[in-house]
């Protein structure tokens, strides 16, 4: 707790422990003066602790109580609280079982021009720079580097299509950009190289699952909502599955739905491309849908037109506290925050079932107020949730696992075509200019299936659907990060193959 000058947290080495058992509890304090302090628990007073000037570590052992259940510890220096915490006593003798299942979203849009000329690096830096120093480099290579330290974490990531794409171009072939190159032979080629054989090793390795996705990052549903094309979606997808199993050797059975924009058409499209599972929000889509609905803690079977797809709703709450509540203010303060979080599981999965987390793998990093303290915390996260693992509370699953593991009870037969934001907004009306944008969308897309049919699919086709999967990259067309040059130069780019076709496109 920050009082004034004074940082102070209380942290057990553990949030579980069997009763009885010897508990060792952490203080950290940066103060600039003297404090004697006090720690209770619901028994009275269990230990005295004199804090020094600057910056300090303490520790005292205690017994947990022999009777289970949650139990608080309050430090206090005379009246006055400076931090509370909680740990839970489990029954030695409960058999429940608990699955959590992290599913991290690795995705960077395909960021070149038409030329192969990159606009922008983010599917570089996030590997190769010092953004997360003294901790690690870049978020996909700490990601990377956690997986090989820590083997018995289990979880399950999206390296999206478009991602793959350009660290293979990289490594392979050296890049051009804007203001200068990129060898294959450089050190930030390196890096990548290296970043992608840990992927590989423990895809390999059964720690991790990878899902694929569409080659570009495109909210999916709404594409087939706004526009009608499916065919776009299938394409993208088909080509997302071959990415996968080229660059990782694993033949993908799960998919992550972009920006979990979910439309029931996709069912049939994932299941015809031998994908069986997605992951969807437990509050925009489960709570929306009909059928035999029970909690966001099991999976379901969800049947579209033709076939059906096992889908897992992510747990909203939790996700989101990893993916926004992250500023942390030092060490002391992330690792009480890892702490708070496994409890939060902890409760959370009392009665057993699969929990999932599901959110993106670099961003919640990089946009902290202070980014290099996320490493340390995603790294004392693991380790929390490693022990729970170890004392048998619980048990870390990848998605594929599950689908072996744990019976599909309850079946929906409708979930609204939503994103993880309840809504398309984002993407289409809160800037200005997305309306006029999207009816261009719209005439390019109707040019290119005009086209079709006179024609066939042919060389100039195929072009122009390459150059619109580009420009309806989602990333382009969030609000925040509103890119219409990118968007135009891709558009135009379809505009001229199709320009006959476009002639006799009426504009509104």
Not at 121 to 150: I, Q
Not at 255 to 281: C, N, Q, R
Not at 383 to 398: A, D, F, I, N, P
Request: aromatic share 12%.
């Amino acid at each position: 707790m920050s009082i004034s000058s004074t940082e102070v947290y209380i942290v057990p080495e553990t949030p579980i422990i069997d009763p009885g058992d010897k508990l060792t509890i952490n203080i950290f304090a940066e103060i600039d003066k003297a404090i004697s302090t006090s720690i209770y628990s619901y028994r009275g007073l269990i230990a005295q602790i004199d804090l020094k000037p600057g910056i300090g570590e303490y520790s005292v052992e205690i017994y947990a109580p022999r009777i289970p259940g949650l139990y608080e510890l309050v430090l206090k220096s005379g009246s006055l609280v400076l931090d509370r915490v909680k740990f839970r006593v489990v029954d030695v003798f409960d058999t429940t079982k608990r699955y959590l299942a992290i599913v991290w979203h690795h995705h960077q849009a395909p960021n070149y021009l038409p030329s192969g000329v990159y606009h922008t690096l983010w599917a570089f830096t996030h590997v190769y720079s010092d953004e997360l120093a003294p901790y690690s480099k870049g978020p996909y290579y700490h990601h990377a580097v956690v997986l090989n330290k820590h083997r018995e974490y289990k979880c399950t990531y999206n390296l999206s299509p478009s991602l793959l794409a350009q660290w293979i171009d990289l490594i392979e072939n050296g890049i051009r950009y804007t203001n200068g190159s990129i060898s294959r032979d450089s050190p930030q080629a390196e890096i990548v190289r290296e970043t992608l054989r840990l992927y590989r090793e423990a895809t390999s390795r059964e720690q991790i699952d990878v899902l694929t996705s569409m080659y570009a990052h495109s909210i999916a549903g709404y594409l087939i909502d706004y526009l009608g094309a499916e065919d776009i979606v299938r394409e993208e997808v088909e080509r997302g599955v071959e990415v996968t199993k080229k660059v990782l050797g694993v033949e993908p059975r799960g998919v992550w739905t972009p920006e979990m924009a979910f439309h029931m058409k996709l069912i049939d499209i994932y299941s015809e491309l031998g994908l069986e599972y997605t992951v969807l929000d437990d509050k925009c889509h489960l709570e929306k849908s009909t059928g035999s609905r029970g909690s966001h803690l099991e999976p379901y079977i969800v049947k579209g037109e033709k076939r059906s797809l096992i889908v897992f709703f992510r747990d909203h709450e939790i996700s989101n506290i990893i993916g926004f509540k992250n500023n942390f203010k030092g060490e002391p303060h992330a690792l009480r925050s890892a702490y708070d979080l496994v409890l939060r599981i902890i409760n959370k999965t009392l009665s057993g079932g699969v929990l999932v987390l599901a959110l993106d793998g670099e961003n919640w990093m990089i946009f902290s107020q202070r980014p290099p303290l996320t490493a340390f915390f995603y790294e004392k996260l693991v380790s929390y949730l490693e022990k729970c693992q170890k004392h048998g509370y619980l048990e870390l699953s990848t998605l594929r696992d599950l689908v072996r593991k744990v019976a599909v009870r309850r079946s929906l037969n409708y979930i609204p075509t939503e994103s993880w934001l309840c809504g398309f907004t984002k993407w289409h009306g809160d800037v200005k200019d997305h309306g006029v944008y999207w009816e261009r969308v719209k005439r390019v897309y109707s040019a290119l299936r005009e086209y079709e049919l006179k024609h066939g699919k042919n060389e100039v086709s195929v072009k122009a659907r390459w150059a619109l999967w580009h420009a309806l990259d989602s990333d382009y067309w969030w609000a925040e990060f509103w890119n219409p040059s990118v968007i135009d130069t891709w558009l135009k780019t379809a505009e001229t193959l199709l320009e006959p076709a476009m002639l006799k496109t009426p504009q509104k």
